[in-house]
């Protein structure tokens, strides 16, 4: 049976000429997740949105990529490449004049959702056609590497774009550029891609419409419990409790008609292989404290004041230092030089490091170069624990569970999210309120530190020329200033500072289980070779 031929003969045997061709397909698949985080605070002005309906959108296009996953892995047997990526650009270039147009923030919810199903089309596409250009024992380390590294990196790379865009012209114009971007990968596709690549295509029937229904109102209802429950103080409010009703039943209706149907989306029985589960618990816990950079970008712009082009100039340190990882860690693999258990507890710890690091750097004056050494130190400890463990959680799976790994994978990368959503917002209310009411036992008139801040601030008011009152009323507003930043500093630390411990448990974990469980066999043993000998 002859392979498929996917490139034209012009560029198929230019070796850097595809990668580029791949690279920019993927890159412009995910530009909307860079885009749309660097643009969020215009967006929250245009429509009138609130905080959280941001990250209800942010998250609802990852609902929308999860969802379609793996259906379109079926898409991708049948339909000819060259055509389902143009259709896919074309709806995807569609929905972002929609967004241009859009003023109403429901109907902008619904086109996050459709841009998400567009996203998940297109970058699976891509990923499929990274696997075929590599040798089978390597597909699966190097397509990864590839793949997530581009992942992890977009926001970044999309965003420095934003950022010049944003600061020279008005916010939308951004859109244009990725417009743009868009059509230059049609052209890619129209003239590097062959019309018909010779596979066999697979039928397209029985696939689970009602399955994939199922879930896509499962994970939307699961976000809105997230993004909205602290919002409306939980289960006091009845939306929260009919969005976790559907959650919850929904999950259950999903996992059961897995269980049941002939050609399920997922197989169940890959729940029953143990390294799996730890796979994906372990997948979760780096997505989940990942997250955490965004604390440093935030604290950058908020405190520090930096320009959006100095935060991103900053995320290229941390990307830089997660490609040279990947790669090295995607080497050391491939080379199988380094057992799995050895990358990971290097990871967790480099991460433990960097949330220690910036535990206690955490001041309101840093310069460039502070922040410069950790944002990196967290870049090599995403590099080295992402392949890793995306590798060891689909290798635990047989060959029959087909596309079932990466399919969870990505749901566990989704709920992980979804949870550092909430999780980092939730401990910023809690450490932030307990800091807070800290501080205000100290701010009464009998407090001798008090009284002579507000009396400095009050001279150097008066000294530029306010009145007496005028210069009373600043100095409270400049202590309340001074209160919030230092609230929100011992904020941060403290939720650095849990997450750190946190990592360092699960590195522990990590060194002490096969320890354990070679001691647990061996007491086993004795004490079933006595009774094997009466």
């Known amino acids: 049976m002859r392979k498929p031929m996917y490139f034209k003969d012009w560029i198929n045997d230019w070796q850097w000429g595809v990668r580029i061709a791949l690279f920019l397909i993927l890159l412009v698949s995910l530009m909307q997740f ?26 609802l296009c990852y609902a929308g990529i999860i969802s379609i996953l793996p259906v379109q892995f079926r898409f991708l047997k049948y339909f000819e490449t060259r055509s389902y990526l143009i259709t896919n650009i074309l709806l995807a270039i569609l929905l972002n004049c929609l967004c241009l147009n859009c003023q109403d923030i429901h109907i902008f919810f619904i086109i996050r959702f459709l841009q998400g199903i567009l996203v998940g089309n297109t970058a699976a596409c891509a990923l ?51 417009i743009g971007f868009q059509i230059l990968t049609l052209l890619i596709c129209l003239f590097a891609l062959r019309a018909t690549s010779g596979h066999k295509p697979y039928p397209l029937y029985q696939i689970d419409w009602a399955g994939f229904t199922i879930f896509s109102c499962t994970a939307v209802a699961f976000v809105y419990t997230i ?31 897995q269980a049941i149907i002939k050609r399920p ?15 994906l618990c372990l997948l979760a816990i780096y997505y989940g404290s990942k997250d955490s950079i965004n604390l440093v970008y935030n604290y950058a712009g908020g405190i520090l004041k930096w320009s959006a082009l100095q935060v991103i100039t900053l995320g290229l340190c941390n990307v830089g230092a997660i490609v040279i990882s990947l790669i090295v860690s995607t080497q050391l693999t491939l080379a199988k030089r380094h057992s799995t258990k050895g990358f990971l507890v290097i990871g967790f710890l480099l991460m433990v490091g960097y949330n220690l690091w910036m535990c206690f750097i955490m001041t309101p004056d840093l310069s460039f170069t502070d922040l410069l050494f950790p944002v990196t130190l967290q870049g090599a400890a995403s590099g080295f624990l992402f392949v890793p463990i995306i590798i060891f959680t689909v290798s635990s799976l047989p060959a029959e569970t087909g596309t079932t790994g990466l399919v969870v994978a990505a749901y566990a990368r989704f709920t992980a999210s979804s949870n550092s959503v909430a999780g980092y917002y939730n401990l910023q209310l809690y450490f932030n309120q307990h800091f807070k009411e800290g501080f205000i036992g100290y701010l009464t008139a009998d407090n001798v530190i008090t009284a002579d801040r507000i009396k400095d601030y009050k001279a150097l008011y008066i000294a530029k020329g306010f009145s007496a009152d005028q210069a009373s009323a600043l100095a409270n507003g400049a202590l309340g200033q001074s209160l919030a930043q230092q609230t929100q500093l011992l904020t941060n630390r403290a939720v650095f500072l849990t997450i750190a411990l946190l990592l360092f448990g699960v590195a522990m974990l990590i060194l002490m289980i096969p320890a354990i469980n070679k001691t647990f066999l061996h007491w086993n043993r004795r004490m079933v070779v006595p009774s094997g000998n009466l």
């Not at 969020?40 to 959280?52: F, K």
């Not at 969005?243 to 929904?250: D, E, F, K, P, W």
Request: charged share 10%; with cysteine.
């Open 128 to 178: 499929i056609l990274i696997f075929t250009r590599l040798e089978s024992e390597r597909a699966q380390a190097v397509g990864s590497a590839v793949f997530y590294g581009t992942i992890l990196a977009n926001t970044v790379l999309i965003g420095l774009v934003a950022a010049a865009v944003v600061i020279s012209a008005d916010w939308k114009v951004s859109y244009y550029y990725l």
């Open 34 to 59: 860079g885009m749309f985080s660097l643009t969020q605070n215009y967006m929250v002005a245009y429509l009138g949105a609130q905080p959280e309906d941001i990250s209800f959108a942010l998250l």
């Open 265 to 279: 989306l997922i197989h169940i029985k890959a729940f029953k292989y143990p390294n799996f589960l730890i796979g």
């Open 227 to 257: 993004v909205y429950g602290s919002k409306y103080y939980w289960f006091a409010d009845p939306r929260i409790g009919l969005s976790t009703l559907i959650a919850v039943c929904g999950a259950v209706l999903f996992f059961y008609r």
